[in-house]
């Protein structure tokens, strides 16, 4: 298999298929074999339902249902750890990340490890919000000067990567909380010196669902990851 797309939802029944669906048109008319996994935390509104039901005998699709665990970060893994292809990409299942990104991701991990998209680099940006765009750049620099991070956004969570990068790696150490997941993946991955490339990514408005994101929180969980790993609290073995 050459290519597993993880889908993370929670009550995104307004957009899941449609979504699905522009991926399904967009891999079937290139030439990979792939497969779709949707890990839903058991929606109230009924997204994993709405999955199964479209997409029943096709196994391409595989909507996948976790009842005693619920995280953006843990479900991630919960659905690496069930695909099998040699590339991975993880996105966002409310359209902020567009799908017409993919075949390029695909082609560019041919030459690099990881491939991140990145609203701070030319020709990205967000159509959402300004707020959040300045307040998530003012947040990045912060990283980048911390960590000594090399890549611009650190909390995209819109990338693909080589699935032989996690080998060995104690994953469940990287992947856990919200967003932070993704600042532990790219401060492990530059210092393990895996080629990255960042690809300009425009966000798109969301479609229909409601925000999971608490931004106040969110912060302090996302200042909280960097100071850990600034001062050694957190390491990864
Ligand atoms: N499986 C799973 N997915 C989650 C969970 N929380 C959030 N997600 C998914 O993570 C992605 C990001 O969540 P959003 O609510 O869109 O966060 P956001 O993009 O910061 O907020 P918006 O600007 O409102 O889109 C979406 O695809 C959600 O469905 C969770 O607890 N479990
Ligand atoms: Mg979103």
Known sequence: MNLSIILPTYNEYDAINA???EIYEILDAQPLTFEIIVVDDNSPDGTYEAVETKWRGNPR???VLRLNEKGLASAILHGIRQSEGEKIIVMDTDFNHPPN?????VKITAYFDIA?????VIGGGMETSKFRY????VFNKFVHYTLKM???DNLSGYFCFKREILDGLPAEKIFFGYGDYFIRFLYVMQRLKHPIIEIPVVYKDRLGGLSKTDLKSEFFQYLKTVLKIKLGLWKLS
């Open 150 to 152: 090399q890549t611009t």
């Open 61 to 63: 699709v595989r909507p």
């Open 19 to 21: 979504l699905v669906t």
């Open 134 to 137: 300045f307040g998530s750049k």
């Open 116 to 120: 991140s998209c990145s609203r701070y």
């Open 101 to 105: 990104l993919i075949p390029l991701l």
